[in-house]
């Protein structure tokens, strides 16, 4: 039986047309009967790099009872020149965060995934601590079981104080060894009985490695610190209007 955390997430790739640009992560999410997939802005855009892909590859499983039935679903990121997705922005500036709703009727028929939804983000930052043990299920380097399509778990910590915006900006700080391809993915703790279906508190967006511009490239290892934007903005970002607050931060949700 297949952990249901692994169901959660689904490899990214993204293209220019044809062209192959970049692998990533994200994950599903669900809110009074729409379906969502949500990933690191930087993943669907990012003008400083100059990349700009205008089309999406999610990959899906298809047979539960056989998990190496995968298809790759298509998303085209523009409409007449008009993104797709849903992104934040508040007091600080942009969020990397982005969602976009999936058509249901569009599947795969079947499709297996496991989406979270409202009732898996925390409410009560107190009982969130500093050094709390965590996950990020994504795919580092895109590096996944490709026989069964599956993401792989690294583990990570708190490591500074949730519920505080870290240096003014809408994401705490993990410590936790990551890699390109991971961004998008579902940072997430364990909560829940053993037998709840998905027993896992979604806390954040993982989106990039945080370092110092400082650091002596020869003396120093990386600080293996890592930002993760909190995923309260979910609830935000898939209002009917997407516009308003977050919990975390003021947050104005624009297409």
């Known amino acids: 039986m297949t952990e249901s955390i692994l169901l959660t997430t689904a490899r990214l790739s993204t293209f220019f047309g044809t062209q192959l640009l970049t ?83 569009a599947l795969p028929d079947p499709v297996v995934l496991r989406p979270f939804s409202p009732e898996h983000l925390t409410r009560s930052l107190d009982k969130v601590e500093v050094g709390a043990s965590l996950l990020v299920v994504g795919f580092p380097l895109g590096f996944h079981d490709t026989l069964h399509h599956l993401p792989v778990a690294r583990r990570a910590a ?33 909560s829940g ?9 979604l806390l954040g967006v993982h989106s990039s490695r945080m370092d110092m511009s400082s650091r002596d490239m020869f003396q120093d290892e990386s600080l293996g610190l890592n930002c993760a934007w909190y995923a309260d903005i979910l609830l935000t970002l898939t209002e009917a209007e997407p516009v308003g607050e977050a919990g975390v931060g003021e947050t104005l949700a624009t297409p």
Not at 169 to 178: E, I, K, N, P, S
Not at 193 to 201: K, N
Request: aromatic share 10%; with cysteine.
């Open 23 to 105: 692998v990533a992560s994200g994950f599903f999410f669900e809110r009074d009967d729409r379906l969502y997939l949500v990933t690191s802005r930087h993943v669907l855009v990012d003008l400083s790099s100059g990349h700009q892909p205008n089309r999406l590859e999610i990959e899906m499983h298809t047979d539960i009872d056989d998990l190496a039935k995968a298809v790759a679903f298509s998303v085209l990121l523009y409409d007449e020149g008009r993104a797709v997705w849903h992104q934040g922005r508040d007091g600080a500036g942009d969020i990397d965060v982005a969602v976009i709703e999936l058509d249901r009727s």
């Open 158 to 190: 708190i490591a500074s104080s949730f519920g505080l915006r870290f240096q003014g900006q809408g994401y705490f700080l993990t410590d936790c060894r990551t890699h390109r391809g991971s961004s998008g993915a579902p940072v997430v703790m364990r």
């Open 193 to 201: 009985a053993a037998d709840d279906p998905l027993p896992w508190t």
